[in-house]
């Protein structure tokens, strides 16, 4: 679906399907060269980053492999409060290798701490974090994020995996939604 499409629940698009499409090709080939002849284990975290995953994984080069975690964060509405419960934990051991987090967006970033922390303590050979999206009130956290898409606004968008009350995941650019939308 594009935001033309359903146009009328639209404030902006931040970006087409064709822009984010364009960055992760950059992004793509800073991975393959950053991981040129190294094992490669991709982590998607549920549910938002499936859309990322698919596309960056087939616009790098090299071989990768995939495993994904569900995690909920407890906390209502639009607001992340950091206390975080695995639903889904990943199929492979992930001592001694190279795991690469795939994120959708990273707001507060109290999220990808826990779950930083929690892989971390499986002694991975190597850590690192991707992530399409970017809010300024990340780089409060101590988390560092090698690989990003976009730094955006303090916004709430939706598209690309993104949802609001689990719709517009299937947009496939990026917008915000009219105030209206919320009530
Ligand atoms: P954090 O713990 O970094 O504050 O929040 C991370 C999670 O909150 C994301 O994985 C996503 O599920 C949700 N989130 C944060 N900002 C947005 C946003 O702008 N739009 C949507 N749809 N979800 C968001
Ligand atoms: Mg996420
Ligand atoms: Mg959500």
């Known amino acids: 679906m594009r935001a033309t499409d359903i146009g009328q629940d639209f404030e902006q698009v931040l970006y087409t399907s064709q822009q984010v499409q364009e960055r992760l090709t950059e992004v793509a080939a800073q991975i ?7 094992d490669l284990l991709l982590v998607g975290v549920l549910n ?7 596309d960056l994984s087939r616009l790098m080069k090299s071989h990768c492999e995939m495993d994904w975690m569900a995690i909920s964060s407890y906390g209502s509405g639009t607001q992340s ?4 419960r695995i639903l ?3 199929t492979n051991d992930i001592h001694g290798r190279n795991v690469l987090v795939v994120e959708d967006i990273i707001d507060t970033g109290l999220t990808l701490s826990y779950l930083v922390s929690n ?7 190597s850590l690192e974090i991707m992530t399409m999206f970017r809010k300024p009130e990340a780089i409060q956290n101590d988390v560092e994020v090698k690989y990003i898409g976009f730094d955006i606004p303090d ?7 993104l949802d609001y009350a689990q719709r517009y995941r299937n947009l496939a650019d990026v917008a915000t939604l009219k105030p209206e939308i919320y009530r």
């Open 119 to 125: 892989l971390r303590s499986r002694e991975p050979k």
């Open 32 to 38: 393959d060269a950053d991981y040129r002849g190294e």
């Open 48 to 54: 938002g980053a499936v859309m990322v995953m698919a």
């Open 155 to 161: 916004e709430f968008v939706v598209g690309y995996g």
């Open 81 to 84: 409060s950091g206390v975080v």
């Open 88 to 90: 889904k934990d990943l």
